[in-house]
């Protein structure tokens, strides 16, 4: 996920998922590149992930590996656009990578350096299986190119459950009834949200989630995706709208603690932190399921997370239930191998993958076939649940912008506007200006 996830590199790196299905009777005949198919005992597999997750996914795969007679070569990268792109100038790509961030993959499908994903696996079964919107990340001109081994969400609000209980709120089902709730705390005498920006040079990235969560609740899945490609202008009445919920939430005054005029200096790992006070500083914060991994929560709730940590899904604004986040997603560069092909399948289709990166707390898998009892605490279970009752996924917007614009003046317009730098206008303005020209 770009930047903004640099820094679970020595933590766990963000939480997510894979599966896929063992065997020749569901690798498809097809295949893509032409010639006699080939079985390499050694599979190279780039990814970007690091930490807990990187272990326990190449625990996961030696397991299988051992199994299938298959051996692998890693290669993990902390740059790891620049280095995919750099192996494939020089001819030199690996059998699969797994990609952070759907952008790039699209565009190597695009100069046609990646095997379609139907000649690798069994897709009308992924199709069956997987939370629906997840393959339309990895499409191009109706062609599904990679496919998720790992998923995180970010549509999520937490609350200190001891204390809000004990406060008499309720959860919220409706954006009306979250409105009526951040009143009540308010008019009890504590800011309601907790809120932070701050992450070092990915600084205003939390920011850009909100307004992508509520795009998507606002205008679905049509005007999200037409924002994000830039068919529609972030200065649109349908982007004008997010803002306004962001406004009336967080910009009203005393709706977040410390003031909202300091988000931008507010560390995001920590901001969430002041809930769990003994007298509790807010009630409410809004962030991905990666907040659950320990180095987040402070350690005592950590070590007791389903006691003292709720959480709801972002309350529909109009009816419909969508879900926000991101994923890791596979694909081949070798088109045509009978062991790449049993590999992707294991990875993006088979609900027994995954079993040792479950454990880490921070991974969640992208299939519906998954067994949820597999997490390793109710909060994961009740996240999993939630995601895979929604009414549709769709990939963090920035994450698939244009750098400039995702992981540049999306970010640092937000930082402007929350912190009163700069009027709607003038931000709308100055990231749609940033846009590159096709």
């Not at 059998?95 to 961030?101: G, H, L, N, V």
């Amino acid at each position: 996920m770009r930047k903004k996830y640099s820094w679970l590199a020595g933590i766990a790196a963000v939480s997510l998922l894979a599966t896929g299905c063992l065997g020749g009777d569901s690798t498809p005949e097809a295949t893509d590149g032409g010639g006699e198919e080939t079985a390499k005992e050694t599979i190279q597999i780039m990814y970007a992930f690091s930490g807990d997750q990187s272990t326990a996914f190449q625990k996961d795969m030696d397991t299988w590996g051992e199994e299938n007679g298959i051996t692998f070569d890693w290669i993990q990268s902390n740059e790891f656009e620049v280095q995919i792109n750099s192996k494939v100038q020089s001819g030199n790509a690996p059998d699969i990578a797994i990609f952070p961030q759907p952008g790039i993959l699209r565009a190597l499908a695009e100069e046609g350096e990646l095997a379609e994903l139907g000649t690798q696996v069994d897709l009308d079964q992924l199709e069956a299986d997987i939370i629906p919107g997840f393959l339309d990340a990895a499409t191009v001109d109706g062609t599904v190119y990679g496919a998720p081994m790992a998923m995180n969400g970010k549509s999520f609000y937490w609350y200190n459950k001891p204390a809000f209980e004990a406060a008499g709120y309720t959860v919220p089902t409706s954006h009306e009834e979250l409105l009526a709730l951040v009143e009540e705390i308010k008019a009890d005498g504590v800011a309601p949200i907790c809120y932070g920006m701050e992450s070092g040079s990915a600084t205003g990235w939390p920011g850009t989630d909100w307004i992508e969560d509520y795009v998507l609740q606002t205008g679905g899945t049509e005007v999200y995706d037409k924002w994000v490609s830039g068919e529609i202008k972030f200065d649109s009445p349908e982007v004008r709208e997010a803002f306004a919920i962001y406004e009336e939430l967080l910009m009203t005054e005393g709706n977040v603690y410390g003031g909202i005029e300091n988000a931008s200096s507010n560390a995001f790992a920590t901001a969430l932190n002041p809930m769990f006070d003994a007298e509790p500083k807010c009630f409410l914060g809004k962030q991905g399921n990666f907040i659950t991994q320990k180095g987040f929560f402070p350690d005592d709730i950590f070590a007791q997370l389903d006691t003292t940590v709720g959480m709801f899904v972002t309350p529909s604004v109009k009816g419909e239930s969508p879900v926000l986040g991101g994923g890791d997603l596979a694909a081949a560069f070798t088109k045509n191998d009978a062991n790449v092909k049993k590999v992707m399948a294991f990875m993006t289709t088979d609900p027994e993958f995954g079993d040792n990166q479950v454990q880490t707390g921070a991974w969640l898998s992208p299939l519906t076939t998954f067994d949820v009892e597999k997490y390793p605490n109710q909060v994961l279970k009740d996240v999993a649940a939630a995601v895979a009752d929604a009414s549709v996924f769709r990939f963090d917007g920035s994450d698939q912008m244009p750098g400039a614009v995702g992981s540049g003046s999306f970010w640092t317009g937000m930082v402007d506007y929350t912190s009163g730098r700069t009027d709607l206008d003038a931000t709308l303005q100055a990231i749609d200006a940033s846009w590159p020209a096709s």
